[in-house]
């Protein structure tokens, strides 16, 4: 928590000052209080307040001063908070590997089918793109609150060779800057672009999602990439799908493109690639998470995929900011200087007092009374 007005504490001197002050009004009743000869009926005839009841509401009283003191100096601490602005920017892998068949029909197939069912989930108005990487990296579709569109371009995905994952997520950083100035284009020096690792404080409301089954191959390191993303605090989350399994690498006709090197299957589709085995690099694709303050997750199965993709939201459009909070000290001073209050006019509130004799209303004892009955009047 940080004071906007830090000087503005000097109004916690109000609570010694207010003690001081009862400390000298009470010693001055007592030197000026009327001696009466019989204090036990008086006190007798007084309603008894037990000291826990004559503290209470001078604790609550005292705390309420200091939270109201504390909340003049207009306190801020960072909340998480829901962003409506938040853009997600989805990076699918579409290497060749993504024909291989340990998750079925393949895993291609099982990414668009999770990849459908995350944009039919979001909220209306929430701006989705999507970049597509092979051995390059592409935005296929800009930011766009368009489910129908982002629906279409991901049913058109075709396998290529290579995977250029540090590519992409520059891509997607580029995609970003376009809609939010506070994001500069990679290229641009930005403070603190030199230092990997260091992703403290508040981050951008864009995130971006990035789904891969394999390693860099080409073009920019992911650990270069994710220094760029980190430098302008755009957080990076990372999907690692398959499994360790070999397999049987098989595609559709629709779901190759012209460089692929397969060989047709003899039933419409094309295949090869027996006894492939899973190649993650989990230990980069954690690296890329830490860096940007994301998070790694590994799917090894379709239904794993649309669980991490279904879940992910509640982590990305919450952002912690920083938010002014006066106000909450505000109530909650003055809550409790209004129980204070509130009790100490409920316990001393009046009750009819019996009536002392009238040897007492005199300040007199009954013996002294009679005594000065029986002389004669001068």
Known sequence: MSLTWPWALIALLAFPILLGFRWWTRRRRRREAVRISSVTLIKAALPGRSLLRRRIPLWLFAAGLIILGTGAARPHASVSVPSNAATILLAMDVSGSMCSTDVAPNRLTAAQKAAHEFIQAQDEGSRIGLV????TAGLLVEPTTDKAELLAAIDTLRTSRGTAIGLAILTSIDAIAEINRNVPRTGVD?????????????YQPDTIILLTDGRNTQGVEPVTAATEA???RVRVYTIGFGTTQPSQMMCTRDQISGDAAFRPDGRGGFGGGRGRYQQIDEATLTQVADMTGGEYFQAEDAEALSDVLLDLPNSITLQRQDMEITVWFALAGAVLILLA????????????LPTPPLSVRNGLQPDQRNNNLDQPAR
């Open 132 to 135: 597509t990487f092979s051995g």
């Open 190 to 202: 930005v403070p603190g672009g030199d230092s990997p690792g260091d992703a403290a404080g508040d």
């Open 230 to 232: 980190a430098a302008r």
């Open 341 to 352: 209050v509130g009790l100490s006019q409920w316990w001393n509130r009046s009750t009819p």
